[in-house]
C-alpha cells in the first residue's frame, strides 16, 4: 500500500510499504476513508520532534474494517470506525477509569513499528480497546464523514481542555490560540453552556471560524497586551476558564494572565520549549489550578459523536484544505506555511 | 502595648508599639489569646522574603473582642473569636465566592501599617468579613484553644490542599512535607475519607505525628529515592491525590514523581526558589493537575469548627514548644533551627 513516511526533517514522502496485516487476534485492518494533518505533526516535520527516519506519521484517521482478528468482539468486515490519537487496550486500570492514554498497552499512531494514519490502511492493535463504531450511512456523506474525522483527535482535545479548564454553564471561558484545537475548545466551551467565550487570535480566517463555532469576542493582541485586552473585556478581571491550546511558554504565560483568581487553565497544548511559562508564584497567590495534558479522546467519543450526528456541532470547518494521498506533502507545506489550518486527506 | 517587631533578619523582638484602636466603623479590637509562629514566617526571619524594619508579624490568632465598631453587626465585646491569616471584606465578589484571598480590600497581617499576630492586641479591619465566633466556654479550656488556634491557618490551609489534591473517600493519597501544614494535611485527608495516606518525611517525632493524624505509611526518604519507595508502596503506580507542602523546586518535583496519572496535586506550600520544579511535559503525558494556592481558610472554619468541638479532630500536637510574648525571639531560633515544630504563644 502507500503510506506517508517521514525521512527528515521537511522530507515528507508518500511511499510503498508493506500491506498492513492482522499480527494479533485482537487486531483489525482498517482501509482509511479519511484522514488529516495535525498541528503536532508539524513538530515532527520541523524536527523539533524526533522521528526515526522512516517512520510513518499521522494519528487522525476513520475508515472501513477490512479484516478482523479471531478475538474482536465489537466490529466485524465492513463497520465504518474512527480510530482516536493512541490506541488502548480497553482492559487495564487506566483504561477503566477513562484515562486511555495512559494505557500501559497502549500506544500511538506512526510509532516505530506501528502504521501512522496518513496512509491506505492501519493495523489496528486492541481494536475493541481503540474504536468506536460509526453510523455505516455516514460513509456515503462526504460532509459527515468530515466532521466525524475530528473525534479522532481535535474535537476531544478541544473538549478535554475545557472539562480541564472547568468549563460549566455561564462559565466566562478565554480560549488561547486559533488553531484547530482551539478552535474546537470554543466549540466545546459553547456545548458545555459557556455565556462569554473569548477567542484570541488574529488570523481572521480562524477568528471568524471561532465566532461560528461561539466565541462571542475576538482578541487580536498578543502576550502582555492580549492580557489587558481581554482583562478590559471582562471589567477588569479574568476569565473563570481558560483554554490553552499553543503550549508555548508565551501562550501558558498569556494564559495565567487572563485566568480570574480562583479559576482554572485546560492545557492541552504540547508543551515545547525549555520554561513553562508558568509563574507558580503568581499561580500561588491567585489560586490559579492548571488540569490538562494529552487528550483521552476514546473516553469522549460517545459523548460528542451524537452531538455530530444530530448536527448541534460542526467541527468540519477547521479542515480547510483537501488533498489526496499524493498531495500530503503539499499539506504539511501548506500548515507550516500558515496557509491551510487543518489539511484533510482522502486517500 | 507590647508586640513583636522584625527589624532584620534574625532580629526579632518583642517592644512596646502603640495600642490598636478602632480607625473605621468595620473594626474591632482583639485583646490576643493565643497566638502562634508559622514555618513562612521564617522566610522573613532568614530574610528570604523582603520586610520593612519596623514591620509587626504574625498572622495566627484567636482572642477576645475588647472593642467593635459601631458598623459591626456580627461581634460584641466579649466575643471569643478567631481569625484567619488574611482579613476581608465579606461583601466582594471573590468574598462570596469564597475565595477571601483574593478579597480587593483584603490583606494580610503584620504587612505595612498593620498589626501582627504576634501581640497583646490586633485591630482587625472588616470584623464581620474576617473573623468567625467561638463558643465562650472554650476560652476556659486550655487544651481546646490550642486546637482552635489551627483554624487560623495549618488546618485550612493542610484542607485546601487536600481538596486541590481532589481527595475524596476511599482515595489514595501521598504528603510531600511533614511541617505543621503537611502533617495537617494529613488530618484533613484522613477526615474527608482519604483509605491510605503516606506521609513522606524524616523527622520520627512528625512522621508519629503524621501516623496520629492518620498516615498509614511513612516514607523517611527523599528524592528520587522517596518517589521509587512511593510507588513501590501502590504496586508502581503514584498517589490518586497529592499534597505538596514544602514548596521547593525539589519537593515539587517529588510531587509530580509520586502523583498517579489522572490524579491532581493540591499545593499549599508557598514556592519560593527560582525554578518550579514543574515537569510539564511530564505533566501533560500523565494528565497531572496542579491545583491549590493561598488557603481561603475563613470559607473552611465553619465547616472544620465543628470537628474540632466534638473532638473528632484535634489539631493541638503540631504545637510542641509553648513560649510567653517575651520569649518569641527563642520561639523562632527554635524553629529556625528545626527543634520545635510549631512554637504556641500565649501572651
Same mark, same amino acid.
Given at each position: 500500500?502507500r ?7 521537511h522530507?515528507?514522502?508518500?511511499q ?9 487476534p ?6 482509511v ?6 498541528g ?21 484517521f476513520?475508515g472501513?474494517?477490512e479484516e478482523a ?7 466485524a468486515?465492513?463497520d ?17 477509569e ?11 499512531w ?9 496512509g ?7 481494536a475493541?480497546g ?13 460532509h459527515?464523514?468530515?466532521a466525524l474525522?475530528?473525534?479522532s ?8 481542555? #475545557? =472539562? &480541564?479548564?472547568?468549563?460549566k454553564? /455561564? *462559565?466566562?471561558?478565554? %480560549?488561547v490560540?486559533?488553531?484547530?484545537? !482551539? ?7 459553547k ?15 480562524r477568528?471568524d471560524?471561532?465566532?461560528t ?5 475576538v482578541?487580536?493582541e ?5 492580557v ?11 476569565a473563570?476558564a481558560?483554554i ?9 504565560r498569556? #494564559? =495565567? &494572565?487572563?485566568?480570574?483568581?480562583? /479559576? *482554572?487553565?485546560?492545557? %492541552? ?5 525549555s !520554561?513553562?511559562?508558568l509563574d507558580?508564584?503568581v ?6 489550578a ?9 473516553t469522549?467519543?460517545?459523548e ?6 444530530s ?8 479542515f ?7 498531495d ?8 507550516d ?5 487543518k ?5
Amino acid at each position: 500500500m502507500r503510506a506517508t513516511v517521514i525521512h527528515a526533517p521537511h522530507d515528507i514522502r508518500v511511499q510503498e510499504v508493506p500491506d498492513p496485516a492482522i499480527q494479533q487476534p485482537t487486531d483489525v485492518v482498517l482501509r482509511v476513508l479519511r484522514a488529516c494533518i495535525c498541528g503536532s505533526d508539524l513538530w515532527a516535520y520541523r524536527g523539533e520532534s524526533a522521528r526515526q527516519p522512516g517512520q510513518r506519521i499521522g494519528h487522525e484517521f476513520l475508515g472501513i474494517v477490512e479484516e478482523a482478528g479471531s478475538e474482536v468482539a465489537g466490529f466485524a468486515v465492513g463497520d465504518l470506525v474512527v480510530a482516536p490519537f493512541v490506541w488502548s487496550d480497553g482492559t487495564c486500570a487506566y483504561c477503566a477509569e477513562g484515562l486511555t492514554t495512559s494505557c500501559p498497552q497502549g500506544g500511538f499512531w506512526g510509532s516505530v513499528g506501528s502504521d501512522g494514519g496518513q496512509g491506505e490502511a492501519v493495523r489496528v492493535p486492541f481494536a475493541d480497546g481503540t474504536l468506536i463504531k460509526l453510523p455505516a450511512a455516514a460513509a456515503a456523506d462526504d460532509h459527515l464523514l468530515t466532521a466525524l474525522l475530528a473525534l479522532s483527535d481535535v474535537l476531544g482535545t478541544g473538549h478535554h481542555a #475545557a =472539562v &480541564g479548564a472547568g468549563v460549566k454553564p /455561564g *462559565s466566562t471561558v478565554a %480560549v488561547v490560540g486559533d488553531g484547530a484545537v !482551539g478552535l474546537c475548545g470554543v466549540m466545546a466551551a459553547k456545548r458545555l453552556g459557556a455565556e462569554r467565550i473569548i477567542a484570541l487570535g488574529r488570523h481572521q480566517a480562524r477568528t471568524d471560524i471561532a465566532r461560528t463555532f461561539g466565541a462571542t469576542d475576538v482578541v487580536a493582541e498578543r502576550g502582555e497586551v492580549a492580557v489587558e485586552a481581554v482583562r478590559e473585556l471582562l471589567g477588569g478581571e479574568g476569565a473563570h476558564a481558560v483554554i490553552e491550546a499553543v503550549g508555548t511558554e508565551q501562550s501558558m504565560r498569556t #494564559a =495565567v &494572565g487572563i485566568t480570574r483568581d480562583g /479559576g *482554572s487553565i485546560g492545557y %492541552v497544548g504540547v508543551p515545547h520549549g525549555s !520554561g513553562t511559562g508558568l509563574d507558580l508564584g503568581v499561580m500561588f497567590d491567585r489560586n490559579i489550578a492548571l488540569r490538562g495534558g494529552v487528550a483521552p479522546v476514546r473516553t469522549y467519543i460517545p459523548e460528542l459523536l451524537p452531538d455530530i450526528l444530530s448536527g448541534t456541532i460542526d467541527p468540519s470547518p477547521v479542515f480547510d484544505l483537501t488533498v489526496g494521498l499524493d498531495d500530503v506533502p503539499v499539506g504539511y507545506k501548506a500548515m507550516d506555511g500558515r496557509t491551510a489550518l487543518k489539511v484533510l486527506i482522502k486517500p
